[in-house]
């Protein structure tokens, strides 16, 4: 049901759209914008759309909803303005106003509702912990959060990981989660829905004793440790993957792939955690490693952030496809499930853990 | 819009290149002034015969036309006041001919300046004058704004590097203008009207760039001082020395608080800074900061710093550019282009930042100078309450106060960013003598008035129209207050 457009967020966002000087800096690194070379699908744009929308000027119509969510929220642009315009606060504003008035894309409001009425998007009837045949115990030091994309999409990133937690024999659990409410956030469904779905995984694992969650995601880890503590408190550690391994020692065989790293939005320009899993990666003996041409904070994005794929499936792809360019043949190596998924339709794309799992010493 | 014009234009280039999506035709009404102005369609031509196609039509019709490049206008150039077509040059971006032996390139219109000296530094060559927006803005826009950057005072402004173009006239027609050779006599120099015509006199779709072989080192001199006049005394005594700069930049204590404030940049707290930059061999170099530095001490500097290492030299500029991110993490106020670049003599620099501050205080907004103090281009950034009508007024009113002084020291309305809106009123007066020649030049080029039409002398209203900001402001009647007639 469509209602009046009401900017309820957008009112808290004013000054920061007054604030871009319209400098256009952030055309420049705006994967985005660099495929469709339309002015409105570029991060200036988009926030030149919110303020239209802000003042009723124009009308939320499909041209409107589909540039706002054209993007992969990969934080580039935001890096970059000189004027620290929050871009990404603009971005989320406007969706979530768009969503609450009924302005909705049709994927991402099937989307949102799979999840909120089944804990996933992707069709997963069974609990995940059964996927991997691994029943949650009932208390543990660690839990491992895979979140819906290593669950149903890319169970052998969630194999490798879970597989090297057993091998370094750490007490941990599996859980019975839903959904971290990330794509919930992308669709600009309403805070109250996602007070839920964060309690909710949040007591079940508190309940579990657990002091420690590690993440294969980069995207629910920031759920997590961004959006969670928000409405409730986090009695646990949060850590990614990358950077629990850190911590342990591991026996590897050598191999002499050709391979190369993409540094996910989240994990990366988020956090600012490049180091981790570089240094993973150095440790397997012998392997060809060389940086990609824009790496780190340059990093270029997968295409598959902010839900992007459900307003242009097309344009995911290419933004993906121009990632793997760089990456000229190797395989690369990546820390996110979302990137893995996205990139390897382009080429070979394995996880940091799948590429420690697979060249551990067999003893 | 016509929807058989609307056919007729997807027919020239192809349905994917038009749009009259309510997205497309409000995002392509801005630019990077304080302006914005919804556009009918917006069309992406690849070739030159789709642009003259486009145009024929427009002009069959009446319909406005207004070329686009990068959108990084500052005074509303590509913002289509009068509605009809945007012709947006992204898919013109090919490098057609790159000839180092013939110190000349071509061009299409929409390439950026950056991304064509990428492929010139492979050859050792380059095109020099990179505005600061170089990342961004595309040659034809620079072409069309006759732009130029901090290094004008050695390597010249856009104008200087145009050898010919290839432009589709207001009617359709196509025509080649200049040549491909260093010199030429030949007739009219219609390349350099076409350069700063602001897309009122025709679409550029090709351009014949001349190039210059990348300068060698470079080292920077910083001078700082606790009075402005002692800054404009170096200024004037390095160049009449002469030791002409690769670049010689200036801020004023607003912009100097402002860095160290938001970013606790390493400069001296003080009233004035000069950087000075050299270009060439070493000992040229050498030589030259020796007599620089001499030139500021003599004239009073609190102090001197000088650097050839570059990650010191990159602090320095980085803290330069660090102007507007400072400007505007200023709480409550946000930074409007607004009279941004004036140019006056060059020993007349002191006397012009001297008035500005005073106008500031009179008019209770902050405004704050810095630039290219070198060929005496100053830029000042206004920050306002842009919520509050009555601030913009008050800006309004020392724009004029602004103008009226820079044109009381020999000085021009803008001496890189072009005039558009935003400078009209204080350009026609500027130039009153010329007005009915430039208008009868335009008469005979575009007799339908279709390209880029209300722009320059034909804009009639106030600065303060179809702002792109929230506050509503009324227009009283009146061009700004404070601009004098007795102007030189
Ligand atoms: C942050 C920032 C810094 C800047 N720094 C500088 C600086 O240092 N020096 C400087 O000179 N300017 C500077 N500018 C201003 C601006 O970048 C220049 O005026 C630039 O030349 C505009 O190029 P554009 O491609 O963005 O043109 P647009 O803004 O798209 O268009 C500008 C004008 O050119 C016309 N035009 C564009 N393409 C064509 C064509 N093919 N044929 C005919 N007409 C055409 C348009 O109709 C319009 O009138 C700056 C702007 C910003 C935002
Ligand atoms: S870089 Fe920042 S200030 Fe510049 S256009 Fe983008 S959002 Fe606006
Ligand atoms: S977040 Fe990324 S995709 Fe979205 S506008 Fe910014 S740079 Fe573009």
């Given at each position: 049901?469509?209602?009046?457009?009401?900017?309820?967020?957008?009112?808290?966002?004013?000054?920061?759209?007054?604030?871009?000087?319209?400098?256009?800096?952030?055309?420049?690194?705006?994967?985005?914008?660099?495929?469709?070379?339309?002015?409105?699908?570029?991060?200036?744009?988009?926030?030149?759309?919110?303020?239209?929308?802000?003042?009723?000027?124009?009308?939320?119509?499909?041209?409107?909803?589909?540039?706002?969510?054209?993007?992969?929220?990969?934080?580039?642009?935001?890096?970059?303005?000189?004027?620290?315009?929050?871009?990404?606060?603009?971005?989320?504003?406007?969706?979530?106003?768009?969503?609450?008035?009924?302005?909705?894309?049709?994927?991402?409001?099937?989307?949102?509702?799979?999840?909120?009425?089944?804990?996933?998007?992707?069709?997963?009837?069974?609990?995940?912990?059964?996927?991997?045949?691994?029943?949650?115990?009932?208390?543990?030091?660690?839990?491992?959060?895979?979140?819906?994309?290593?669950?149903?999409?890319?169970?052998?990133?969630?194999?490798?990981?879970?597989?090297?937690?057993?091998?370094?024999?750490?007490?941990?659990?599996?859980?019975?989660?839903?959904?971290?409410?990330?794509?919930?956030?992308?669709?600009?469904?309403?805070?109250?829905?996602?007070?839920?779905?964060?309690?909710e995984n949040v007591r079940e694992i508190e309940n579990r004793g657990v002091r420690k969650v590690i993440f294969?995601?980069?995207?629910?880890?920031?759920?997590?440790?961004?959006?969670?503590?928000?409405?409730?408190?986090?009695?646990?550690?949060?850590?990614?993957?990358?950077?629990?391994?850190?911590?342990?020692?591991?026996?590897?065989?050598?191999?002499?792939?050709?391979?190369?790293?993409?540094?996910?939005?989240?994990?990366?320009?988020?956090?600012?955690?490049?180091?981790?899993?570089?240094?993973?990666?150095?440790?397997?003996?012998?392997?060809?490693?060389?940086?990609?041409?824009?790496?780190?904070?340059?990093?270029?994005?997968?295409?598959?952030?902010?839900?992007?794929?459900?307003?242009?499936?097309?344009?995911?792809?290419?933004?993906?496809?121009?990632?793997?360019?760089?990456?000229?043949?190797?395989?690369?190596?990546?820390?996110?499930?979302?990137?893995?998924?996205?990139?390897?339709?382009?080429?070979?794309?394995?996880?940091?853990?799948?590429?420690?799992?697979?060249?551990?010493?067999?003893? | 819009?016509?929807?058989?014009?609307?056919?007729?234009?997807?027919?020239?280039?192809?349905?994917?290149?038009?749009?009259?999506?309510?997205?497309?035709?409000?995002?392509?009404?801005?630019?990077?002034?304080?302006?914005?102005?919804?556009?009918?369609?917006?069309?992406?031509?690849?070739?030159?015969?789709?642009?003259?196609?486009?145009?024929?039509?427009?002009?069959?019709?009446?319909?406005?036309?207004?070329?686009?490049?990068?959108?990084?206008?500052?005074?509303?150039?590509?913002?289509?006041?009068?509605?009809?077509?945007?012709?947006?040059?992204?898919?013109?971006?090919?490098?057609?001919?790159?000839?180092?032996?013939?110190?000349?390139?071509?061009?299409?219109?929409?390439?950026?300046?950056?991304?064509?000296?990428?492929?010139?530094?492979?050859?050792?060559?380059?095109?020099?004058?990179?505005?600061?927006?170089?990342?961004?803005?595309?040659?034809?826009?620079?072409?069309?704004?006759?732009?130029?950057?901090?290094?004008?005072?050695?390597?010249?402004?856009?104008?200087?590097?145009?050898?010919?173009?290839?432009?589709?006239?207001?009617?359709?027609?196509?025509?080649?203008?200049?040549?491909?050779?260093?010199?030429?006599?030949?007739?009219?120099?219609?390349?350099?009207?076409?350069?700063?015509?602001?897309?009122?006199?025709?679409?550029?779709?090709?351009?014949?760039?001349?190039?210059?072989?990348?300068?060698?080192?470079?080292?920077?001199?910083?001078?700082?001082?606790?009075?402005?006049?002692?800054?404009?005394?170096?200024?004037?005594?390095?160049?009449?020395?002469?030791?002409?700069?690769?670049?010689?930049?200036?801020?004023?204590?607003?912009?100097?608080?402002?860095?160290?404030?938001?970013?606790?940049?390493?400069?001296?707290?003080?009233?004035?800074?000069?950087?000075?930059?050299?270009?060439?061999?070493?000992?040229?170099?050498?030589?030259?900061?020796?007599?620089?530095?001499?030139?500021?001490?003599?004239?009073?500097?609190?102090?001197?710093?000088?650097?050839?290492?570059?990650?010191?030299?990159?602090?320095?500029?980085?803290?330069?550019?660090?102007?507007?991110?400072?400007?505007?993490?200023?709480?409550?106020?946000?930074?409007?282009?607004?009279?941004?670049?004036?140019?006056?003599?060059?020993?007349?620099?002191?006397?012009?930042?001297v008035a500005f501050h005073e106008i500031a205080k009179k008019y209770d907004i902050i405004i704050a100078t810095?630039?290219?103090?070198?060929?005496?281009?100053?830029?000042?950034?206004?920050?306002?309450?842009?919520?509050?009508?009555?601030?913009?007024?008050?800006?309004?009113?020392?724009?004029?106060?602004?103008?009226?002084?820079?044109?009381?020291?020999?000085?021009?309305?803008?001496?890189?960013?072009?005039?558009?809106?935003?400078?009209?009123?204080?350009?026609?007066?500027?130039?009153?003598?010329?007005?009915?020649?430039?208008?009868?030049?335009?008469?005979?080029?575009?007799?339908?008035?279709?390209?880029?039409?209300?722009?320059?002398?034909?804009?009639?209203?106030?600065?303060?129209?179809?702002?792109?900001?929230?506050?509503?402001?009324?227009?009283?009647?009146?061009?700004?207050?404070?601009?004098?007639?007795?102007?030189?």
């Open positions: 049901m469509m209602a009046e457009f009401k900017p309820n967020r957008l009112n808290s966002v004013v000054d920061e759209m007054n604030t871009c000087t319209a400098c256009a800096t952030c055309l420049v690194t705006c994967d985005v914008f660099q495929v469709l070379q339309w002015d409105s699908s570029s991060p200036r744009g988009r926030v030149q759309l919110a303020y239209g929308l802000y003042t009723g000027e124009i009308e939320p119509d499909n041209s409107v909803l589909t540039r706002i969510y054209q993007c992969t929220k990969c934080g580039r642009c935001e890096q970059d303005c000189p004027s620290s315009v929050k871009l990404l606060d603009i971005f989320e504003a406007a969706r979530h106003d768009l969503f609450e008035a009924g302005y909705r894309l049709e994927k991402y409001e099937k989307f949102s509702n799979k999840i909120l009425t089944e804990g996933n998007p992707y069709n997963g009837e069974e609990p995940r912990w059964k996927i991997f045949g691994r029943e949650p115990k009932e208390r543990a030091e660690v839990a491992y959060f895979m979140g819906c994309k290593v669950a149903f999409q890319e169970p052998e990133m969630g194999r490798a990981t879970i597989g090297l937690i057993e091998h370094l024999g750490v007490d941990y659990t599996l859980l019975d989660e839903t959904c971290c409410g990330a794509p919930l956030v992308n669709a600009g469904v309403s805070d109250e829905e996602i007070r839920k779905i964060a309690e294969s995601c980069p995207s629910c880890m920031m759920s997590f440790r961004d959006l969670y503590s928000e409405f409730t408190d986090l009695p646990f550690e949060t850590e990614h993957e990358v950077e629990f391994f850190q911590n342990f020692g591991l026996e590897l065989e050598h191999t002499d792939e050709k391979v190369t790293y993409h540094d996910p939005c989240h994990l990366g320009r988020h956090y600012g955690i490049y180091d981790e899993p570089r240094k993973l990666i150095a440790r397997v003996p012998n392997i060809n490693f060389v940086e990609m041409e824009n790496t780190r904070e340059k990093a270029l994005c997968c295409g598959a952030g902010g839900s992007m794929k459900l307003a242009d499936k097309e344009l995911g792809i290419k933004v993906g496809e121009k990632r793997m360019k760089e990456a000229d043949g190797r395989t690369v190596i990546t820390a996110c499930p979302n990137c893995k998924n996205n990139l390897k339709i382009s080429g070979r794309v394995k996880g940091v853990s799948e590429l420690l799992y697979e060249n551990l010493k067999k003893e | 819009m016509d929807p058989s014009i609307v056919k007729e234009l997807e027919a020239i280039v192809g349905p994917e290149n038009v749009s009259t999506s309510v997205a497309d035709t409000y995002v392509f009404g801005f630019d990077s002034s304080i302006h914005r102005h919804k556009a009918d369609v917006v069309v992406m031509p690849v070739r030159t015969e789709e642009v003259s196609d486009i145009v024929k039509l427009a002009n069959r019709h009446r319909i406005p036309v207004v070329a686009r490049g990068g959108g990084t206008g500052l005074s509303g150039h590509a913002v289509p006041v009068k509605g009809g077509i945007v012709l947006s040059t992204r898919r013109m971006t090919k490098i057609i001919d790159v000839r180092v032996e013939d110190l000349y390139v071509r061009v299409q219109p929409g390439i950026i300046n950056d991304d064509l000296n990428k492929v010139l530094m492979k050859r050792n060559f380059y095109f020099p004058p990179t505005p600061g927006s170089g990342k961004v803005a595309t040659i034809g826009g620079m072409v069309a704004n006759n732009a130029s950057g901090m290094r004008a005072i050695k390597y010249g402004a856009t104008r200087d590097y145009v050898m010919g173009m290839e432009v589709v006239l207001p009617t359709g027609e196509l025509a080649h203008l200049g040549t491909r050779t260093i010199k030429n006599s030949s007739g009219y120099q219609l390349d350099r009207l076409i350069v700063g015509s602001e897309g009122t006199l025709g679409i550029i779709t090709e351009i014949t760039l001349r190039i210059m072989p990348v300068p060698g080192n470079k080292a920077l001199v910083l001078a700082a001082f606790d009075d402005l006049r002692k800054a404009g005394q170096t200024i004037s005594d390095v160049i009449a020395y002469p030791v002409i700069p690769s670049a010689m930049e200036f801020m004023d204590r607003t912009c100097i608080d402002a860095v160290i404030s938001a970013f606790n940049v390493n400069f001296p707290h003080s009233e004035a800074i000069v950087m000075i930059e050299l270009d060439g061999h070493l000992a040229e170099i050498a030589d030259n900061m020796e007599i620089v530095e001499k030139i500021a001490s003599d004239a009073g500097a609190i102090e001197v710093r000088s650097s050839d290492d570059p990650k010191e030299m990159a602090e320095w500029v980085a803290a330069r550019k660090a102007v507007l991110p400072a400007m505007s993490a200023m709480p409550n106020k946000a930074s409007v282009a607004l009279a941004d670049d004036m140019s006056v003599p060059i020993s007349k620099i002191p006397d012009a930042v810095y630039g290219h103090a070198g060929d005496g281009n100053l830029h000042t950034k206004f920050l306002l309450d842009v919520n509050d009508a009555k601030a913009w007024k008050r800006g309004e009113a020392a724009v004029g106060e602004v103008y009226a002084v820079v044109n009381s020291l020999g000085g021009t309305t803008s001496g890189e960013h072009g005039i558009a809106i935003t400078k009209a009123p204080y350009m026609r007066k500027e130039r009153k003598d010329t007005l009915a020649a430039m208008i009868a030049i335009k008469k005979a080029l575009d007799p339908n008035n279709i390209m880029n039409p209300g722009k320059l002398f034909e804009w009639e209203g106030l600065i303060l129209a179809d702002l792109r900001y929230p506050a509503e402001v009324e227009e009283d009647g009146h061009p700004a207050e404070g601009f004098g007639e007795g102007v030189e």
